[in-house]
């Protein structure tokens, strides 16, 4: 399976995509005894040198899907609270969360060591899609939803949310920009609180039936 030269190198030498863009900038990088070029790929029957020495790239690459309880912190470092790698085995808490979810927000975390599919999943010009389910304080006014669904200033940029009614107080809200905190940032503005945050869907993944805690590897 043919994979882009840098993240071939960032997962055979540990350097970042960046760094290993640089390196071939700096013609360190050759492909069968030919430099390498930007944005090329590669077999992994092909012949890769670093400085001369040849490279070969033995992590394979991995995406889960992890149901992420409320109370769990994207990071390593909890500072006191409980993290996401708390729920991981030791051999996958290498790899690195595609977005956050808050601790208070539960639902669908990518986690992945591949770094061309998080770049297509978070960079706003590939508007990969979010679906949520939502719980609000209290019903929600027939003006406010229009004015979310037009947009709501948020500091610098204007928030646009899709609202499908669930039932009473619950909404189902499609997104595909993914600033901070935007969905409860967005309800705060108009004077309502979130009960409950749960995501369900991020671009072509789905959480389905797994359980809370729970994850699935995808690859």
């Known amino acids: 399976m ?9 997962l055979a030498t540990g350097m970042s995509r960046r760094a290993a863009d640089r390196a071939i900038g700096e013609d360190r990088v050759t492909v069968n005894d030919i430099n390498a070029s930007a944005g090329q790929s590669v077999q992994l029957s092909d012949i890769v040198r670093l400085d001369g020495g040849v ?3 033995t992590v394979p690459v991995t995406t889960i899907i ?3 309880p409320v109370g769990y912190v994207c990071s390593r470092d909890g500072q006191g609270s409980k993290t996401i790698y708390d729920l991981l085995p030791p051999e996958l808490r290498i790899l690195k ?9 539960s639902g669908l975390l990518l986690l992945t060591n591949d770094g061309e ?10 508007k990969k899609e979010k679906v949520y389910e939502v719980e609000i304080n209290k019903p929600l006014r027939p ?17 646009c949310l899709r609202l499908a009614k ?18 409860r940032r967005t309800f ?3 004077g309502y609180n979130i009960v409950r945050l749960h995501r369900t869907k991020f671009g072509d993944y789905t959480l389905g039936d797994i359980k809370t805690g729970d994850f699935r590897q995808v690859n």
């Open 66 to 68: 992890l149901n992420k």
């Open 166 to 183: 669930i039932e009473n107080c619950s909404w189902r809200i499609v997104m595909s920009m993914g600033r901070n905190r935007q969905i």
């Open 117 to 126: 599919l998080a770049h297509q999943l978070t960079h706003p010009s590939f």
């Open 2 to 10: 043919p994979m882009r030269i840098n993240r071939y190198i960032a």
């Open 97 to 105: 969360p595609v977005g956050r979810l808050d601790k208070d927000s």
């Open 188 to 190: 705060a503005a108009l």
């Open 55 to 57: 490279i070969t790239s």
């Open 143 to 159: 003006e406010d939803k229009l004015k979310i669904e037009r947009g709501i200033k948020i500091d610098d940029y204007m928030s």
